[in-house]
C-alpha cells in the first residue's frame, strides 16, 4: 500500500473501519480491527491494484471472523443521551439486544454476507469475488441468513409499536 495517496489511504481506512464495525458492532474493536489489518495490508499488498478492494474486505472479514470466535459479540446498546423517550430508548435497546442475538445464531459466512449486502450494498457478484465463492453460493448464504433472522425476529415482532 506504499503506493496510494493520503487522500486514498483515508478512504481505505474509513472503508476496512465500516467493514469492521458493521461486524463487531464496538467502535474500539472496529479501531483495533482497522489498525491490525491495514498493518498486515502494508506488509504483503495485493499483486493487483483493482483487486485491492476485494482483498483488503477479505482480510477484514477473516479478522473479524477471528475476533468473533475469540469471544462472541454482546448487544450493543443504544446511547441513552439521545433525544428519544425512555420508552423508545429501551424498545430499541431491546431490539438491538434482539438482533445481535439473532445474528450470533447465523454462520459465520452467512453473517459477512448478510452484513455486506444489507449495509454495503454489494452486489452477489462482488460478494462472491471477495469470499472466493460462487455467486449462487453467496445468494444461498444470504437467503438462509435473512431465514433464521425472520425467524428468531418475527415473534417479536408484534411487540414493536
Known sequence: MSDVSESQYKSIRARVYRWAFRMLQNEHDALDATQNVLLKALRVPPAELDRRT???RRI???HCIDDFRRRRPTARLVDAADDSEPDDTLEQAERSARIAAAMQD???VQRVVLLA????GESFEA???????SASSVKTHYLR????????LAPHEGDER
Open 127 to 133: 460478494i462472491a469475488r471477495s469470499l472466493g465463492i
Open 60 to 62: 477484514t472479514i477473516n
Open 117 to 120: 449486502k444489507t449495509h454495503d
Open 106 to 108: 447465523l454462520t459465520d
Open 54 to 56: 476485494a482483498w483488503l
Open 145 to 152: 441468513a435473512l431465514r433464521k433472522m425472520h425467524a428468531k
